[in-house]
Every structure is written in structure tokens, then in C-alpha cells.
């Protein structure tokens, strides 16, 4: 298993940028996918982006494509995501997430189907128009 604890988010005016890492400890994490998900108040949570274990794979939602981009350190323990040209739609609690333990909901990259099972406790990104 993983734990994960994610930083860097806060309030944000449209257009701008912000680096969410997501700090992991753990023995597995250097062979874990890793992924991020947001929640909007009052909407389920949503595929954001995901990482293959050796940094060699990433796959991006739609909604997100050429905005965003996740990369991970496993010397460090950590993934990250960049968010660029923000929209006040991007407003969202923000989660990392593992594919350690079983949530039942897979999620179909370009390198595989993929169960993240393992959460952090998010972190608030707000975007103002």
C-alpha cells in the first residue's frame, strides 16, 4: 500500500498555473501507477490524468489534454501535476491517487486498464473568472 498527501493547491485567477505534488510513502510506489482526480461540489469524481510506473506512460482526460501535465520522481517518492491555463471550471478538489488495493472502477489508459485503490486527502484548487 501507499499513502499519498497532496499540496499545492489554493485560489488561482483563469489563465494562471499551479505544481500539485503529491508526496508518497510506501514500499511499492516505485512500481505503483499513479494518478490524479479532481471533485467538483455536488459532481462524482473525475479522471484527471495517470502516469505508468517508470514515468514512461502518461494518458490524459479529454477535458484536460494540452493543459495539464503529470510526471512523477521515484527517487523523491512523488508525483506531480502542472495545470496550465486555467478555467473556472477547473475548480475542483484534486486527489492523487495509487493503484494499491481495489476501489472496483477502472479506469482505461493507453497502457492498460488500471484500479486506483489508494487516496490522498486532496487539495482545493479554485479558479476565479
Known amino acids: 500500500q501507499v499513502q499519498l498527501v497532496e499540496s499545492g493547491g489554493g485560489l488561482v485567477q483563469a489563465g494562471g498555473s499551479l505544481r500539485l505534488s503529491c508526496a508518497a510513502s510506501?514500499?511499492?510506489?516505485?512500481?505503483?501507477?499513479m494518478g490524479w482526480f479532481r471533485q467538483a461540489p455536488g459532481k462524482e469524481r473525475e479522471f484527471v490524468a495517470a502516469?505508468?510506473?517508470?514515468?514512461?506512460?502518461?494518458y490524459y482526460s479529454d477535458s484536460v489534454k494540452g493543459r495539464f501535465v503529470i510526471w512523477r520522481d521515484n527517487v523523491k517518492n512523488a508525483v506531480f501535476l502542472q495545470i496550465n491555463s486555467l478555467k473556472p471550471e477547473d475548480t475542483a478538489v484534486y486527489y492523487c491517487?495509487?493503484?494499491?488495493?481495489?476501489?472496483?472502477?477502472?479506469?482505461?489508459?493507453?497502457?492498460?486498464?488500471?484500479?486506483?485503490?489508494?487516496w490522498g486527502q486532496g487539495t482545493q484548487v479554485t479558479v476565479s473568472s
Open positions: 502516469i505508468s510506473w517508470s514515468g514512461g506512460n502518461t
Open positions: 491517487a495509487a493503484d494499491a488495493g481495489s476501489s472496483g472502477t477502472y479506469y482505461y489508459t493507453s497502457w492498460g486498464p488500471i484500479d486506483f485503490g489508494s
Open positions: 510506501g514500499r511499492t510506489f516505485r512500481r505503483n501507477n
